[in-house]
């Protein structure tokens, strides 16, 4: 054969056009198939009371939920108050204590929230100490249990430092660079004197970009019900406050052509606007006549929510707020357990 001799082979093209078609429906079924994974952010509070976390891990794990995240906050206003359990959940820690026996045994992972084991974020630069927190949390619940770890909660939001965050994700993939960064975002409030023109809101949302080097799975917090208490406006509208509906997707939108190359979670509300209120301040601030109105997500108002994240492939949905909820009968929980199963699937 001459060099340069074209070799006909009329069978090649059709099988090379045949392997390409077969492994580009092979991807599309992968993706469409990927489910999503449900973690929590809290739990109600009756769950949560006696610290029976054996009874807690074992409920999230037949109900599909992933991972928790050890918040005990059960009330905002007028004051912040927790339970104050977060402690049986960091550094200094023991293989042996009962909350890390009881999440190996019901193979609910720990997603570590970075801000309470690195609350000074000036004693992250330089190298690792040798007690460093993470390090001890990794002896401790074992590195298969451990979901991720969170970055500085909403950072940009609230004006930390870049640096901050940028350091508290080099100290972690440092110590372990297998283990997953999540950050989540402050949403486009409407009623927030910082987001009150366009360039403040664009100046935010360059932010975010910014400021998302620093993890690899980037999400929004997302409470838009009722949208007259919500005031929830998203990086596609303008300032315009939307419904429900747009919400999420509205956020999505945006990642995917600003963010590509994160992997997406989202936070989603798993409360009531009038959860966060200590009951007797409540009555006495809040009129009836309005508080009839303040209700939590319904269940469309949830599956429409999850259906968009889903079509966007987030890979984490995280439910916060449902440490407010008084019983586990109250909305949304039985929704929030119906759907990690549902979408789980």
């Not at 009329?10 to 079924?29: C, T």
């Not at 509070?45 to 059960?74: D, E, G, M």
């Not at 949830?302 to 259906?307: N, P």
Request: aromatic letters at 12%.
């Amino acid at each position: 054969m001459k060099y340069g001799a074209r070799v006909r082979w009329p069978g090649l093209r059709f099988l090379v056009r045949s392997l390409l078609i077969a492994l580009l429906f092979l991807s599309s079924v992968i993706t469409q198939g990927q489910a999503m994974e449900f973690l929590l952010a809290g739990a109600p509070r009756p769950l949560v009371q006696n610290k029976n976390y054996s009874a807690l891990f074992a409920l999230l794990q037949a109900n599909k939920i992933a991972a928790f995240l050890p918040t005990f906050q059960y009330q905002e206003i007028p004051e912040p108050r927790s339970f104050g359990f977060e402690s049986d959940f960091v550094a200094p820690c023991s293989v042996t204590d009962p909350p890390f026996k009881a999440l190996r045994r019901s193979g609910v992972k720990l997603l570590v929230p970075g801000e309470l084991i690195y609350p000074d974020a000036e004693q992250l630069a330089g190298p690792a100490p040798e007690n460093d927190p993470l390090v001890q949390l990794i002896s401790c619940v074992g590195r298969d249990q451990i979901y991720g770890i969170t970055n500085y909660d909403e950072a940009a939001f609230h004006g930390r430092s870049i640096t901050d965050v940028q350091r508290l994700y080099e100290r972690v993939k440092a110590v372990d660079p297998s283990l997953a960064v999540l950050m989540v975002h402050g949403p486009l409030v409407m009623d927030r004197p910082e987001f009150s023109n366009h360039s403040k809101r664009q100046k935010y949302l360059h932010d975010v970009v910014r400021y998302s080097r620093y993890a690899d799975i980037v999400g929004f917090d997302v409470y838009p019900v009722p949208g007259m208490i919500a005031k929830l406006a998203t990086p596609l509208s303008d300032g315009e406050q939307v419904e429900t509906d747009q919400a999420v997707p509205g956020y999505l939108k945006w990642m995917s052509d600003h963010l590509p190359e994160k992997r997406k979670l989202m936070v989603l509300q798993g409360f009531a606007y009038t959860d966060m209120y200590e009951f007797d301040f409540l009555k006495s601030a809040v009129p009836y006549a309005l508080r009839a109105i303040i209700q939590p997500p319904d269940s469309n108002q949830l599956e429409t929510m999850l259906t968009a994240a889903q079509a966007y492939q987030v890979e984490a949905v995280i439910w916060w707020g449902q440490a407010a909820l008084r019983d586990t009968t109250q909305a949304p929980w039985p929704d929030i357990l119906k759907f990690a199963k549902q979408f789980s699937d």
